[in-house]
């Protein structure tokens, strides 16, 4: 078995369908977040002993909660703006995130604050959702992948699995920890080489190689790669692998795109469409492709 880590399950489904579309061997071949495999492995160990999984789509609405029901000699920062648009939002991605780093409330450096007031309720924020998480019986991710690292060994892979790891899948100290509990024969992580573009510094297991493209000279599409180096790029040659045009707005760019499909006869599954800003075009691709 090949297991294949990857940030999403949707850009798993898109690897295996090149893979099989392609004519490469794609048996046995396993694609999983993280979290999912983290959730398979912990789930029975939570469930005996008691603990229900949190729905994190909740938790902005608990964190604002639990900031309101501060005692009221907890120093007021955060809750002065309370009513402010996203600001539970934005302190359940930081609790979440010093969740993930395996930072507790104990641990919370006063000295990382430029503002000791900010810290003060920050910490007092943090320990209330801990004794929460305890009263209600409940685990996070942090639990999660806690819990799945302890019992890595009692999941679904084998010493003889194969792992490979998408660059850039792990990005939070705890992930890292867990993947590197698991068993298997790890593969090196590759990354296309691009020119001028730096490598983020996600937790990661060892260096990972940058691989340039086998194939020269390059098609004009292929010449996308230098983007962010035009210096550098070769001349285009006018293949017609490249094309370009413009479109008043969203909408009208999205109904050219299943134009130029619908005129080309191409099938839809033989067409990826990829864009900067997938929030805002995803549901109208959805809605498109339904109505065609």
């Known amino acids: 078995t090949k297991w294949v880590f990857v940030p999403s399950h949707a850009l798993g489904h898109t690897i295996g369908e090149r893979l099989a579309r392609s004519g490469t061997g794609w048996g046995n071949v396993r694609f999983t977040t993280p979290g999912a495999l983290a959730t398979e492995i912990a789930g029975p160990h939570l469930a005996a002993r008691g603990l229900d999984i949190l729905d994190e789509t909740t938790a902005p609405a608990l964190m604002l909660r639990l900031l309101l029901d501060l005692p009221r000699e907890t ?33 919370l450096n006063a000295s990382a604050f430029a503002d000791a007031t900010k810290h003060g309720e920050l910490h007092a924020l943090l320990q209330a959702y801990e004794k929460y998480l305890d009263t209600a019986s409940a685990a ?15 999941g679904p892979m084998a010493a ?4 490979l790891e998408l660059p850039g899948t792990c990005r939070t100290m705890l992930e890292r920890r867990f993947l590197d ?36 000279p390059l098609s004009d599409s292929q010449r996308l790669r230098y983007l962010v180096a035009p210096d550098q790029a070769p001349a285009a040659t006018g293949d017609g692998t490249l094309t370009m045009f413009r479109a008043a707005g969203k909408e009208a760019e999205v109904e050219e795109v299943f134009r130029r499909i619908q005129a080309g006869r191409i099938a839809l ?22 109505r065609y």
């Open 75 to 107: 120093p007021n920062y955060f809750r002065q703006l309370a009513d402010q648009p996203s600001m539970a939002e934005a302190l359940w991605n930081a609790v979440a995130e010093l969740r993930l780093a395996g930072i507790d409330a104990d641990q």
């Open 140 to 154: 996070d991710s942090a639990r999660i992948f806690d819990e799945a690292a302890a019992h890595a060994a009692e």
């Open 160 to 163: 003889t699995d194969v792992v």
């Open 181 to 216: 509990c698991l068993p298997g024969a790890r593969l090196p992580a590759r990354i296309l080489d691009i020119p001028r573009l730096e490598i983020p510094t996600w937790p990661r297991r060892g260096p990972v190689e940058r691989v340039r493209p086998p194939c020269e």
């Open 269 to 290: 599954d033989e067409v990826e469409i990829a864009c900067a800003q997938p929030d805002a075009y995803a549901p109208l691709l959805w809605d498109k492709a339904q």
